[in-house]
């Protein structure tokens, strides 16, 4: 059997535990972060279909955001339905471009 060119030390397993500690605190950070945008898109979504008139409440835009099925009046689902394909695709409008304003309107 060979020998490794390293010796494991206590230095060195302290090292490595402070690397896993830094790679847990950043996934964890990820992972909030999702959930954070997750409401912060629900909340938009919700809040500027109230304004236009839609009266589906904040947690029935979340249900049609996570696939479910919702009794509401068709025009109302449908517009949220709009509101989210338009959240998706937000980066790819040109805020300079009528076409874009169209699109997305």
Do not use: C, W
């Amino acid at each position: 059997m060979t020998k490794p060119p390293f010796t494991v030390s206590s230095k060195a397993i302290s090292m490595i535990a402070e690397i896993s500690a830094l790679e847990r605190f950043a996934i964890r950070f990820e992972r909030d972060a999702l959930k954070l945008r997750r409401a912060n898109k629900i909340k938009t979504i919700y809040s500027s279909l109230a304004i236009e008139g839609n009266t589906l409440s904040e947690t029935q835009v979340g249900d049609i955001l996570n696939g479910k099925n919702e009794v509401a009046p068709i025009r109302e689902l449908q517009e949220v339905k709009n509101a989210i394909a338009v959240y998706d695709n937000f980066a790819s409008f040109n805020p300079f471009s009528l076409e874009d304003l169209l699109r997305a309107h």
